[in-house]
């Protein structure tokens, strides 16, 4: 005697219409209305109107063949320019004095741990490769 088989269960992606759907009082909404545009006939076109004139510069025309101006008097005072590029010169001796890395000596700093590395991995093998080579050219009697 079998004992019936259970029904199986419905995949997870497949949803089930339950009663509280199958009531919604909520009408689909309706599909988009179109209306169809007919052309006129009635066109016309008219030529563009005349372009308006420029009106002049609002600004006096330049003199070539006029005297130069005479040279307007600097914002600054001598005595305050020197004092400013005589403290920009200080601070920037002092920066340099202080820290004179160059951007070289950077990536010699940052490529040394790099290159130790390479090295140890990869010389030991090469030298021994290099040593066979010429022990078998000078053994070969070759030059």
């Known amino acids: 005697v079998r004992a019936p088989e259970p029904e199986p269960e419905p995949e997870p992606d497949v949803l089930e219409l339950t009663d509280e759907m199958a009531m919604d009082p909520t ?30 510069p609002s600004y006096a025309p330049v003199d070539f063949e006029a005297p130069p101006l005479p040279p307007q008097q600097p914002i600054l005072a001598q005595s305050t320019v020197s ?12 920066v340099l004095s202080s820290n004179a890395r160059t ?21 030991p093998g090469l030298v021994e490769r290099i040593v066979k080579a010429e022990i078998e050219r000078v053994s070969r009697g070759g030059r």
């Open 27 to 56: 009408p689909p909404p309706p599909p988009p209305s179109f209306r169809k545009v007919e052309p006129r006939d009635d066109l016309e076109f008219a030529e563009s109107p005349p372009p308006r004139p420029t009106p002049p």
């Open 83 to 94: 004092a400013v590029e005589s403290a920009f010169n200080s601070l920037a001796h002092t």
């Open 103 to 123: 951007l070289e000596d950077l990536v010699k700093e940052m490529l040394r741990p790099m290159l130790k590395s390479w090295l140890d991995d990869n010389l």
